[in-house]
Structure formats: C-alpha cells, structure tokens
C-alpha cells in the first residue's frame, strides 16, 4: 500500500530561522510528487511537482527537492506569512490505470516576528 | 476566472438528512475530485471523475454517491448523512493524465459540514 508520511507534525520557527519538512514516500512507479500549501479555512495550493530523483525546484523562499525516497521542502529566512501547513502527495498508477494523489497529514508550520 | 468552487461553503444537517455538494469548475479540466479533510487523517479521495459520465471510487466512497452530468460540474450527495460524514469536503480538478504526463490539482475552497 503506498504511504505518505510527513515530518514534524508541527514545526516552531522565528523569523529568518531556516529549517527543513520531510516527505517520505514508499509508492511503485512514482509519477510525481506535489508540495501544496493549506492556510486555514481554506483549500490546497498548489506549490511545486517533482518528477524524478535529484530534481529540484524553487519559489520565492521554497525550494522542494526529490530523492528515491523523500523529499525535502527547504524554507529559507522564513516570514510570518509562511505560517500554514504544508502538503505532500504522490501520484501513482492505480490498477485501473488512472493515476491519483496519496497525501500525507502535512506540517504544520508557525513563524513567529 | 473563478477556478474551482464549491456551494455551499457550511451546513449543518440532522442524521438522516439527505444533500448535495455542487462543484463548478472554468478550467476545461478533464479530471475531477472529491476529497474529505478530518484532523488527524489528512485527505482522502471519495470519488473521483476522469470525464463526463463516468464516475470511479476512491478510498473511503462508503455512504456517498456523486455525479459528473457536465465537464465542468461534478456533484456528492449524502443520501442519508451520519455523524461519522461531519468533515470539510474538498473538490479539485486537473487536466487529463496523459502519456504518463502528471496534472497538479487544484482545489476548491471547501465545504464544512456538520451532521448531528
């Protein structure tokens, strides 16, 4: 059975302090994996897709990265407003033949001024 | 463009209560999807659609049925809702999977339901 597992649940940071969330995976013949960002009362947002093992991919302050076996969202001089708990997800071929997204619980983040 | 939307925003219904979730979306995406969100248990797939007219379950479908009678609506219906259905309900679209080629979804803002 594919699994998703994210780490920390919650992570404390102050502002400018950088740290990493992890995303381990263990899913056959991985299509993509997917970083979303959750602000509460509100829906996923999409962030970044990761395809293959030393990909890696950024965004203002966020950079994802892929290994066989998890990746990493690095965030770099946090602000307040990165506060939200952030999404991983694989996708990957269902015995049907279509492809869906597996989440994980997510990391709950709080960047303090 | 609105994206993908989802009415009504919040309910609150009596076991036993029957209704229904719309989702709308402007993208033109092919693929469609209901998800669940309870603490503790991230998001689920309900159901999901890969056009219109065709409907396939995910990983907890139990006690919802959905419709997909125009590309860009799809429908989840609670025939008779349950305490254990209080969750926030998401919807999200994507392009079509195509050539092993990967789509990101993207989600609606959701809807909160409570059955009491």
């Known amino acids: 059975e594919d699994q998703v597992t994210q780490s920390p649940e919650a992570l404390r940071l102050q502002e400018g302090e950088s740290s990493s969330l992890n995303c381990s995976y263990t899913?056959?013949?991985?299509?993509?994996l997917f970083w979303y960002r959750q602000d509460p009362g509100k829906g996923p947002e999409f962030l970044f897709t990761?395809?293959?093992a030393g990909e890696e991919k950024e965004k203002e302050r966020l950079k994802a990265t892929l290994t066989k076996k998890e990746s990493f969202l690095h965030i770099t001089a946090p602000k307040p407003e990165d506060s939200a708990t952030y999404l991983c997800?694989?996708?990957?071929?269902?015995?049907?033949?279509?492809?869906?997204?597996?989440f994980g619980k997510g990391t709950m983040l709080l960047v303090s001024p | 463009n609105a994206g993908v939307t989802q009415t009504p925003k919040f309910r609150v219904l009596k076991t036993g209560q029957s209704m229904t979730l719309l989702c709308a979306q402007d993208?033109?995406?092919?693929?469609m999807y209901w998800y669940r969100q309870d603490p503790g248990m991230g998001l689920r797939l309900i159901h999901y659609?890969?056009?219109?007219?065709?409907?396939a379950k995910g990983e907890v479908p139990d006690g919802y049925n959905v419709s997909r009678l125009k590309k860009q609506n799809f429908l989840l219906g609670l025939e008779s809702a349950a305490p254990s259905q209080t969750s926030v309900y998401f919807c999200?679209?994507?392009?079509?999977?195509?050539?092993?080629?990967?789509?990101?979804?993207?989600f609606g803002p959701g809807t909160r339901l409570t059955v009491t």
């Open positions: 999200a679209s994507s392009y079509r999977v195509f050539l092993e080629r990967t789509y990101e979804q993207y």
């Open positions: 899913v056959s013949g991985l299509r993509g």
């Open positions: 990761l395809y293959s």
């Open positions: 997800a694989v996708q990957a071929p269902m015995n049907s033949g279509y492809s869906t997204l597996t």
């Open positions: 993208m033109n995406h092919e693929y």
């Open positions: 659609s890969v056009g219109e007219g065709t409907t």
